[in-house]
């Protein structure tokens, strides 16, 4: 039972355009939503995160979208630069049955960004 | 934030041995973490690791292939036991804070089983 999915393996997009990532979860209980980027050969970095009560969050050149009823968030990147190229992994978080914290990954999204 | 180092950063391992990795961070933390990643695949949490306790394994892993020490709260480690070519995998050792509002991960240890 996949809890976190991104249904999309990749994405291409220009740069200087708008990339958008998504993600999409089942379990209703899921307390913070957290995005990484990883590169080949490096542990994934964190990137931003929302927690269940809010519905945006903005860092730069990064936001994330809460969309609580439709179980869904995703993650802009304005202005795409080639040094994007990644791939981003969604993420959620929420207590388990022994009240620890667990992440739970999505397959990832190998985004390309085009010079 | 916190730094981890993770060792070997990858090896390549015969079938039938054991690989044990190693993780530092440069701070104390109560709980760290290891992770599997198959390739083409997402991150699985193999268990975790509270110092002083035993390590609290997740369905589907079980100690005896995935034996974990976490001797103080700056190190641990994760043995893969009895390798198969079924465990080539990137094996990451994270710490998380809080809530995890953020969570950080080592570079990771690409193992190969031949």
């Known amino acids: 039972d996949q809890q976190v999915k991104q249904n999309s393996p990749s994405l291409s997009v220009q740069e200087g355009r708008i990339s958008i990532l998504n993600c999409d979860y089942t379990n209703s209980m899921f307390d913070y939503f957290l995005w ?9 970095t964190f990137l931003i995160s929302i927690s269940s009560i809010k519905d945006k969050n903005e860092d730069g050149r990064f936001t ?14 304005v202005p795409s630069q080639p040094g994007d190229s990644a791939v981003y992994f969604c993420a959620a978080s929420g207590r388990a049955a022994d009240s ?16 | 934030s916190a730094v981890i180092s993770q060792k070997p950063s990858r090896d390549i391992c015969q079938r039938g041995t054991s690989l044990t990795i190693q993780c530092q961070v440069d701070s104390q933390v109560t709980m760290m973490f290891w992770y599997r990643q198959q390739p083409g695949q997402s991150l699985t949490l193999i268990a975790t690791a509270n110092q002083g306790s035993e390590a609290t394994y997740e369905s589907g892993f079980v100690i005896d292939k995935f034996p974990i020490s976490r001797p103080n709260l700056t190190f641990s480690t994760l043995t893969v036991s009895n390798m198969s070519p079924e465990d080539s995998s990137i094996y990451l050792c994270s710490v998380g804070r809080g809530e995890f509002t953020e969570a950080f991960f080592g570079q990771g240890t690409r193992l190969t089983v031949v």
């Open chain 1, 64 to 77: 994330v979208f809460l969309n609580k009823s439709a179980k869904h968030l995703s993650l802009h990147i």
């Open chain 1, 36 to 44: 990484y980027k990883k590169y080949p050969a490096e542990g994934p």
């Open chain 1, 100 to 115: 620890s914290y667990k992440l739970i990954f999505g397959s990832g999204t190998r985004l390309l960004v085009r010079p």
